[in-house]
């Protein structure tokens, strides 16, 4: 296959399944996601106040699940865990379409968020076990086009429901959801048991996570850069409406075309990089957004006329740094991982994640309101000190797990 090649694609045969099961997930993701807590207040009739505290107390409950999966993600497979996960979504969106009951609603909150969690606690896994050999950052790539582009689609299917009026919008969403959680988990129990049953196997006993310390704090230094990551999305609507004087629906699109980076150049990224560390890789993308966040802090002290070319520039800066590791993180910590209990360790991964998304709002909101620049000047200093950090660990993991093979 020399085009799937050129353009960094990994082998897929036997495993369309699980690329089709992703992104119609990430589609309903997308479609019911952006309008769940509209639902729970214009559908369910909850005061804002009440859902955003509920949403919240759900996802903290959900916080333990990732340790829970590390326990049997190499006893029962990552394919079966990632599985029920996706029918214990489905659940909790029927759940919700039915339900009226504020006690009901909080059960299918609780659900889905802990599905959700355990979804990612176990995906990656899924996803090394699926590679062939020297394709696993192909399909680390590959799996994260497939998400990106099934939200994104979903996300503009939010936005023509909306235009319907009424309840209608959101029960549609939420039975669209639903539907495409089962359906992306009967997809998955359809793929061939020859490329997903490597982490069943009994090799002996898993070295203990809290002795390895460069582990440990390679997922520190992740929960830095996931902050970054997640800080976009978080920051650049507040920036860009309280700070600047720029157009609003300036948000919009800048947010729709990393997206659109996303969607579509993981896999060149590594097509490109292969040659080169993993380790330096993400090292490039800590700088880079250590520049991308003094980018946006210098927005504040430039003339009028450039503020709108800076956020344009200030993003495609962000969208490298952001497509970089989104290629190449994952892979980097499958391939550190020691082989034997390889799941419990990505399991314990996704806890940078977890981490970054709790602290990203309470970051930036506290920060911003002392004053407008220091969010920015702080993400910069957090990226270099991660870019620091990975450099350091780059000399104590072994060569060849940190080169593409």
């Given amino acids: ?21 992703l992104a119609i997930d990430s589609f309903g993701g997308g479609c019911a996601g952006p309008l769940l807590l509209l639902f729970f207040v214009r559908v369910v009739d909850i005061p804002l106040g009440t859902a955003g505290v509920l949403l919240t107390v759900a996802t903290l409950f959900s916080i333990a699940a990732p340790a829970a999966v590390a326990v049997v993600i190499d006893k029962v497979g990552p394919r079966n865990l990632v599985v029920g996960a996706q029918f214990a979504q489905g659940l909790a969106f029927t759940g919700f379409f039915f339900g009226r009951s504020v006690w009901l609603v909080f059960l299918c909150a609780l659900l889905t968020t802990t599905g959700q969690r355990v979804f990612w606690s176990a995906i990656f896994s899924l996803l090394a076990d699926v590679a062939d050999q020297g394709d696993r950052d192909r399909w680390f790539g590959l799996g994260g086009m497939m998400q990106a582009a099934g939200f994104g689609l979903g996300a503009l299917a939010a936005g023509a429901l909306l235009a319907i009026g ?21 997809l ?21 996570l809290r002795k390895d310390k460069a582990f440990l704090v390679l997922i520190g230094a992740n929960t830095l850069l996931a902050l970054c990551t997640m800080l976009l999305g978080v ?18 699109v800048l947010l729709a075309a990393v997206s659109v980076v996303l969607a579509t150049g993981q896999t060149l990224v590594v097509r490109h990089t292969e040659k080169r560390r993993r380790t330096n890789v993400i090292i ?21 006329a450039l503020v709108v070319p800076g956020l344009i ?18 892979a980097l910590a499958a391939a550190v991982a020691p ?15 977890t981490f970054a998304s709790i602290l990203a709002p309470a970051y930036f909101a506290q920060l911003f309101e002392v004053q407008h620049e220091l969010p920015w000047l702080g993400i ?15 000399r104590v993991f072994p060569h060849s797990t940190t080169q593409r093979q």
Wanted: hydrophobic share 55%; net charge neutral; charged share 5%.
């Fill in 166 to 186: 009424g309840d209608a919008p959101f029960l549609i969403a939420m039975a669209v959801n639903a539907v495409t959680f089962y359906l992306a988990g009967f």
């Fill in 339 to 353: 082989v034997v209990g390889n799941g419990k360790y990505l399991s314990y991964w996704q806890y940078s994640f």
């Fill in 380 to 394: 910069s200093a957090l990226a270099l000190i991660a870019a620091a950090t990975i450099l350091i660990l780059d």
């Fill in 235 to 252: 920051g650049l609507p507040v920036y860009v409406a309280e700070a600047l004087p720029a157009p609003k629906w300036l948000i919009g």
């Fill in 284 to 304: 490039v993308a800590g700088v880079a957004w250590a520049v991308w966040g003094l980018l946006m802090a210098s927005l504040l002290h430039v003339p009028t």
């Fill in 1 to 21: 296959m020399p085009t799937a090649t050129s353009l960094g694609l990994p082998n897929v045969r036997g495993r369309v399944p699980l690329l089709a099961g």
């Fill in 313 to 330: 520039l200030a993003t495609a800066v962000f969208a490298f740094g952001d497509v970089l590791h989104a290629a190449t993180g994952n």
């Fill in 188 to 208: 998955l129990l359809r793929l061939n048991p020859a490329h997903h049953q490597r982490a069943v196997q009994d090799t002996g006993p898993a070295p203990l």
